[in-house]
């Protein structure tokens, strides 16, 4: 089974939804995120669940790092996880 967790990185969220230290587990249902922080990391979380590797640089990864769109108030870090 594969999922990705998100675990919250920093957090001043305005509508208290997550804080820091919060780590979630997204298979196929979408965790309690605002749209706002979901749209941004959507992409990279389907992309990891189906296969991809991600660019980090000069690497291929199967992490990502992301910052809210509302002036970055919160940071959260998604790591594909792959249980056997």
């Keep these: 089974m594969k999922y990705v967790r998100l675990t919250v990185l920093e957090s001043r969220c305005r509508d208290g939804l997550c804080a820091a230290g919060d780590v ?3 298979g196929q249902t979408c ?8 749209s941004v990391i959507y992409p990279q979380v389907f992309a990891l669940l189906n296969g991809a590797s991600l660019d980090h640089g000069d690497a291929r990864v199967s992490f990502f790092e992301a ?14 996880i792959d249980v056997d």
């Design 24 to 26: 979630f587990s997204v």
């Design 31 to 38: 965790p309690p995120l605002c749209h706002e922080l979901w």
């Design 67 to 80: 910052s809210c769109p509302d002036g970055g108030r919160v940071k959260i870090r998604g790591e594909l």
